[in-house]
Structures are given as structure tokens and as C-alpha cells.
């Protein structure tokens, strides 16, 4: 056997030749980042499948089940994937019905008792007229057979049901191979109206028929007009009362209780606190410019203040704390530095990296951490948008809802990997 | 001892002892017994009061119990397990020297590759997936000399990636749950990153330790170092964590049913009821409670597991 270890060796020098000359020059630090930028972009294409895996509309209802029109917004009416298996006794026009509940109980029955042009004659007949009965009635029928003969929607032939053994055949997967699919679809667009996701087209809302993105775009613009100020405001609170607390040798662990307390018991206080004229909030806040909808919205704007003021505070508490047992914090304090001085002069620049790295680590929470806060108090944002569009199981909104969070986690972790300086995931 | 965690394990075992009740009584939300509306609290009928819809408070108080513990609980364990697997395997570097599982994998891609070929237009996805596939088989090959083997560390790191970038609260409201097996997978599954982040420096430190080099040449087996000296120690480090998570895991489930999204439907927790009281605020008993609920479990869940630790746990200079 040849010894590839020689080569192997000289291979991997030649490849750490450039690497090892530009090394002073940075060039090792540019190719790690960019090779985590890649990695990054598959994690994010990862996500995007997982988003529409989850969001697709067959998967969790019934095609038959919505309206014609909605039927073809979302594609509902197409296989799912280029690739889909299925039983090999099954027939190969199996595979070209529209995936959901029906299709598998179908399945089912034709697997059980035979007849599959039959089954598959009176399936087609009854999505052309719209009169498919309910999946559970088609699973009754899978476990009691002579309850066919009651049901006067289904032709003579398939009145007499025997059940039988499922033939070996049923047991072997047959691939089906579909060119046009609700992910090529939903991904890559099919004519001038439905461009695609690479096109930056999200589909229509299926409750008020406007475009997932402008509805998106408006909501997280309003998310954002409150979220930002009170997220600055909490650092600068934070820091502060972490500076003084720490100052105070207080111990961390209110800050700490405070951090953990679930946002709505505070938003439940704020509104029980400080509601006291029972404020009106206005029911549409397009034409509200910022300090408007910030006094139209005040009350969310002080929950979520106190919010990220308590986590804050309680993080940057104890990371100040620990540069105080430092060996330079004691040289400046005996150098004759007033104690709040050194703290906000020395401890809090020696703490700097880990309070950035983690401002930059919340980012995020400006879009998705506020859904409690906006349903409690009836701000038209974000997180308001997505929990209706939940309720409502509007999935191209929720798809395009967890899009844009999505979108804003994945910046955010990639900033703070790039960043940080001992970053585990950048190795 | 502190009068906090007194108080904590007070009411800790008081939730215990509601969950063993709940349990003998079968207490159901269709079961409850239904008395006249709005009773204030103290009255013989109904210790606590009863709701707008004449439910009695104390016995919903007591079947929030299991809805919440049957969640937090297992979801912590399946998080636990995944951090530890995934910190060891990191931090060992593992590498899966199986040639027939990577040649399988390799032909597998390559065919993949070949059938997608001639339909290259309309066939970007399988391309994508083939290539990976044929790059990680590639690695995989286990070559004399230098290793090649990246497979597993890269998938993991890909794994951690993927789970960072999703907001956990809008993915349960997305694939809204049908049942608790669903919701405790889904918990479980995608929070257990920053836990292994944590365990994984930990475990380099000790693999990196001359303790361990002398147990190795002692020659202890590796189970015994791991389950005496890694594990138990680093359960101990880890108890702030295991704080924040469980903590976490009840308020992720009281802002569930506070929304009424995202969680089975035969559900029944705090935070319904807290919505519910809210919505009918004269009737503060049915609102206080719930509260009251909520803050004294999480708060004694935190006090409790953060009684343990010996230093800050957010400390720069401990790892973390």
C-alpha cells in the first residue's frame, strides 16, 4: 500500500505556506472569519428549509381544507419536495396528490384493502367537486370496514371492503421525483407575480391578502421605534446602577432575581403601577412619528426598559465585580484613585469585551423578545403581528415572521463570533 | 442557613406536595366542580375564591402544578443530556473511523451527485446537499498519517450555529405543538447550547489537567474518571446554568399559556389563568394568585440552584 502520510504532509505545509507567510499580516484572522462566514450562510440556509419544513401549509392541514384561492397563494395544492417516497404497491399517480392528513389516510386504506384505482377514481372525483370527507372518517373506515356500507359518498365498489394482509410490496420505499414543488416554488419563484424568497417575495398573508413583506417591514418598524430606545436606555441604566452597586459592594443576587422574572408579571405591574388614567392606545400607529408613538406607548416602553435595565445591570455587576480582585485595580486604588474612579476607569474598560459581547448578544431580542409586552399592552408590532398571524394559522406570516427573527439572530451571532476573542465556534 | 433558601425549599416542597395531590385527586379542568361565580377568596366553598366562570382557583392553582413540572423537568434532563454528549465529543475530538459507514455515505453522495446532473437548473438543493455529503465522506476517510476527519466536530458546530440563530419562543408558536412529548422535545432540543459551550471549556480544562494525565497513567478506565472526578464536579459547575434553564423553562411555559399559543391544547397552567384573571381585573384573587405562583417558583428554582455556587458564574476569569 503506498504511504500517503509523505504526502499528505507536504500537502498540508504547501497549504500553510501562505497562511504562515501573511500570519503577522492578519491574513490567518481574515480566512478563519471568512470560512465561518460560509459556514454561517449554510447554517442560514439550514434555517430557511427548516422555516418552510415547518410553515408549509400540507404538512399541518389539509389542502381541502382551505379556500381555492389560498389553495393557490400557497401552493397548497403541489408536492412539497423535488423528492417524495411512498409505498411500492402503491400506484405511481399516488405520488402526485397534494400531501396532508387525506393523503395519508388514504394511503392507509388503499395499503388495507386493495382496489387502489378505485380508492384513487373516487379520491380525484371528490377534490374535483370539493366534497372530501374528514381525514377521521376515512381513518373510522380503516378500522371498521363495514362502516363503508353506511357512507353514501363512496362508489359500490369500494362499499364491500375485505380487509387483507399488506402485500410485501408496501413495506418498499418508491421514490418520486417532482420538478415543480412548493419549495422550488416558494424558494425560487414561478411567474412575474410569485417571485420567490431569492427574489425577496414572501407570498401573500392568507387573513388580509397584502404581502407578508410590507406587513413585516411596517410591524418591525414599530417593534423597533420603541425596542432600540428602550434597549439603549436599559444599558446606560444598567451600567450604572452596576457601577454604583458595585461601588456599594451590594451583592448581585437582586439584580439577578429581577433578570429572571417573566416579562409579563412585570408588564402586569407596569400596568397595575402606572396605569392610572387608563390609557387609550391609538389603533393604528402609521401616521405616529417617534416621540408620539413613544408617548402613545409608554407603558410597554417602561416594562421593557425595566426589563433590560435588571439583566443589564445584573451581568455587568458581577463582571465588574470580578476585575476588582485584579492586581491593577489594587495598584490604582493604592496609587490613590477614589474607589468609583478606578471602578469606572479601569474595572469597567477591563470588562469591556464581555459587556459588548454581550449588547451584541441581544441584539436580536430588539425584533423577537418583545411578543409578550406587545400583545399585553396592544402594540401593532412585530411580535404582536407573528402571535396573530399564529392564531390565525396565517403560515405564510409566520414564515415570514420567523424569517426576519431568524435573519436578526443569525447577524447577531455571526458579530458577536467575529468579535469575541475566544470565540468556540470560529475554531 | 439563609431564610431564602429556607423559604425556597419551603415552597418547593410545597409544589411537590400540590403534584402528589393533583395526582391522587385526578384533578381535571373540565372536572372542576362549578360553584357560583366570582367567590372572593375564604369562603368554605372555595378556599381561594372562584374565577367569572365560577372555577375554583385553588384546584386550577393545583393542576398548573404537573402541567408545569411534566415540562420543565424533562425538557432540562433532554437539554442536559445533548450539552454533555455534545461537550464530550467536542472536546475529546471523536472522530467516527467506520470505512464502510463512509464509503456507504460517499457512494450515497456521489449518486445523488450523478442523478441531479442532468437536471441542474431545477435541482439546486440535492446539488448543495450532494456536495456536503461527498466533502463530509471525503473527510471521514480514515487515511494513515495526518487525520483528515472533520465530519462530526463540524456537524455539531453547524448544529450549535443553527440553533443560535433561531428564536426558540417564535419556533414554538411556528410548528405549535400537539402534544407534551412534542413541546418537551422541542425545549429540550434547541436550548442546549449555551449549556455545552460552558461544559465544553470545563471539559478541555480537565482533559487538559495534569489530574486527569495521572489518572490515565494509573490506568483507571475512562468510564471511572469520567463518572468520579468530570461529571460530578462539573454538575456542580454547572448548577447556575441548570438555574437560568429551568427558570427559563417555566417562564417559557407561563408565556405560552399566557398567549394561549404553542402548547397542547388539553393544557392548563398559571399562565391561562393569569391571562384570564387579567382580563377580569376587579376580581383580583384571580390574578394575585397565579402571580404569586409564578414569581415564588421561579424565584425559588433560582435562589435554590444558585445557593451552590462558589464564585460569580458569569465571572470572565472562570471560563465563562
Redesign the interface.
Known amino acids: 500500500m503506498p504511504d500517503f502520510s509523505a504526502f499528505l504532509h507536504s500537502f498540508s505545509f504547501l497549504l500553510s505556506l501562505p497562511t504562515g507567510i501573511f500570519a503577522p499580516m492578519g491574513l490567518d484572522w481574515i480566512l478563519r472569519r471568512f470560512a465561518f462566514a460560509l459556514k454561517m450562510s449554510l447554517a442560514l440556509f439550514c434555517i430557511l428549509c427548516l422555516g418552510f419544513a415547518l410553515s408549509v401549509p400540507s404538512t399541518r392541514t389539509s389542502f381541502s381544507e382551505t379556500k381555492p384561492a389560498t389553495q393557490r397563494q400557497t401552493q397548497a395544492v403541489l408536492p412539497v419536495f423535488y423528492l417524495s417516497f411512498q409505498p411500492y404497491a402503491l400506484p405511481p399517480a399516488f405520488s402526485k396528490l397534494a400531501a396532508g392528513p387525506h393523503k395519508r389516510e388514504l394511503g392507509k386504506l388503499m395499503l388495507r384493502y386493495g382496489q387502489e384505482a378505485a380508492w384513487l377514481a373516487w379520491f380525484n372525483a371528490a377534490i374535483q367537486k370539493a366534497e372530501l370527507p374528514n381525514p377521521k372518517t376515512m381513518a373510522q373506515i380503516y378500522e371498521r370496514p363495514e362502516l363503508a356500507r353506511t357512507l353514501s359518498f363512496l362508489p359500490d365498489p369500494l362499499q364491500h371492503l375485505t380487509a387483507r394482509q399488506i402485500p410485501w410490496q408496501g413495506y418498499l420505499p418508491r421514490p418520486a421525483f417532482h420538478s415543480c414543488n412548493q419549495f422550488r416554488v416558494w424558494m425560487f419563484g414561478r411567474s412575474i407575480e410569485q417571485k420567490g424568497l431569492i427574489r425577496g417575495d414572501l407570498g401573500f398573508s392568507q387573513s388580509n391578502r397584502l404581502p407578508v413583506i410590507d406587513l413585516v417591514r411596517d410591524a418591525a418598524a414599530n417593534t423597533l421605534k420603541f425596542s432600540i430606545p428602550s434597549m439603549l436606555l436599559g444599558f446606560v441604566l444598567g451600567l450604572l446602577l452596576a457601577l454604583f452597586a458595585a461601588h456599594r459592594r451590594w451583592p448581585s443576587s437582586p439584580f439577578m432575581l429581577l433578570s429572571i422574572l417573566p416579562s409579563f408579571l412585570l408588564g402586569a405591574f407596569v400596568f397595575l403601577v402606572f396605569d392610572w388614567g387608563g390609557t387609550a392606545t391609538p389603533a393604528s400607529a402609521a401616521h405616529l412619528n417617534l416621540p408620539s408613538f413613544l408617548l402613545a406607548y409608554k407603558l410597554p416602553l417602561i416594562a421593557l426598559t425595566l426589563i433590560n435595565t435588571a439583566i443589564f445591570a445584573a451581568h455587568h455587576q458581577v463582571w465588574i465585580q470580578a476585575e476588582t480582585h485584579q492586581p491593577f485595580f489594587q495598584t490604582a486604588l493604592a496609587k490613590g484613585l477614589s474607589p468609583f474612579r478606578a471602578l469606572s476607569m479601569h474595572a469597567l474598560r477591563a470588562a469591556l469585551n464581555l459587556v459588548v459581547a454581550f449588547f451584541v448578544q441581544r441584539l436580536p431580542l430588539l425584533i423577537s423578545g418583545t411578543v409578550v409586552i406587545e400583545v399585553m399592552f396592544g402594540v401593532p408590532g412585530f411580535g404582536r403581528l407573528a402571535w396573530l398571524a399564529v392564531l390565525e394559522n396565517d403560515q405564510p406570516l409566520v414564515l415570514g415572521c420567523l424569517l426576519l427573527a431568524a435573519l436578526f439572530a443569525w447577524a447577531s451571532v455571526y458579530l458577536h463570533s467575529v468579535f469575541s476573542k475566544n470565540s468556540i465556534l470560529i475554531r | 442557613m439563609k431564610t431564602s433558601v429556607l423559604l425556597s425549599r419551603i415552597w418547593l416542597a410545597l409544589l411537590f406536595l400540590g403534584l402528589l395531590f393533583s395526582w391522587l385527586l385526578d384533578i381535571q379542568p373540565g372536572r372542576i366542580p362549578n360553584l357560583p361565580n366570582s367567590i372572593p377568596p375564604g369562603s368554605a366553598q372555595a378556599l381561594l375564591g372562584t374565577d367569572h366562570l365560577g372555577r375554583n382557583i385553588a384546584l386550577g392553582l393545583l393542576h398548573g402544578i404537573p402541567s408545569m413540572l411534566i415540562l420543565a423537568i424533562p425538557a432540562l434532563l433532554i437539554s442536559l443530556f445533548f450539552a454533555l454528549t455534545s461537550a464530550f465529543l467536542l472536546a475529546r475530538n471523536i472522530i467516527p473511523r467506520l470505512p464502510i459507514l463512509n464509503l456507504g455515505l460517499g457512494l450515497v453522495s456521489g449518486l445523488i451527485l450523478l442523478a441531479s446532473l442532468p437536471?441542474l437548473p431545477?435541482?439546486p438543493?440535492?446539488l448543495?446537499l450532494s456536495l456536503?455529503g461527498l466533502f463530509f465522506a471525503a473527510c471521514c476517510i480514515p487515511?494513515?498519517?495526518?487525520s483528515?476527519s472533520l465530519f462530526l466536530p463540524t456537524l455539531i458546530?453547524?448544529l450549535?450555529?443553527?440553533l443560535?440563530?433561531?428564536?426558540g419562543?417564535?419556533?414554538l408558536?411556528?410548528?405549535?405543538p400537539n402534544s407534551y412529548l412534542e413541546l418537551i422535545f422541542l425545549l429540550g432540543g434547541t436550548s442546549w447550547v449555551a449549556l455545552g459551550?460552558f461544559s465544553?471549556?470545563s471539559m478541555i480544562d480537565f482533559f487538559r489537567s495534569t489530574e486527569f494525565e495521572n489518572a490515565r497513567s494509573l490506568g483507571i478506565p475512562m468510564f471511572r474518571i469520567l463518572h468520579r472526578h468530570l461529571f460530578r464536579r462539573l454538575l456542580q459547575t454547572l448548577r447556575p446554568q441548570l438555574a437560568?434553564l429551568l427558570?427559563?423553562f417555566i417562564?417559557i411555559e407561563?408565556?405560552l399559556g399566557?398567549?394561549?399559543?404553542?402548547l397542547p391544547s388539553q393544557h392548563w397552567g398559571w399562565?391561562q389563568m393569569?391571562r384570564l384573571g387579567?382580563l377580569h381585573?376587579n376580581l383580583w384573587w384571580s390574578?394575585l394568585f397565579p402571580?404569586f405562583c409564578?414569581?415564588f417558583t421561579?424565584?425559588s428554582v433560582?435562589?435554590l440552584l444558585?445557593a451552590g455556587r462558589k464564585s460569580?458564574?458569569?465571572?470572565?476569569?472562570n471560563g465563562s
Open positions: 437536471w431545477i435541482f438543493f440535492w448543495l456536503a487515511l494513515p498519517g495526518p483528515l458546530r453547524m450549535q450555529l443553527i443560535l440563530s433561531i428564536p419562543m417564535l419556533l408558536f411556528s410548528i405549535n459551550q465544553e471549556r437560568w427558570a427559563g417562564v407561563g408565556s399566557y398567549l394561549g399559543v404553542g399562565g393569569l387579567l381585573s390574578w402571580s409564578i414569581l421561579v424565584l433560582f435562589v444558585q460569580g458564574e458569569l465571572s470572565p476569569h
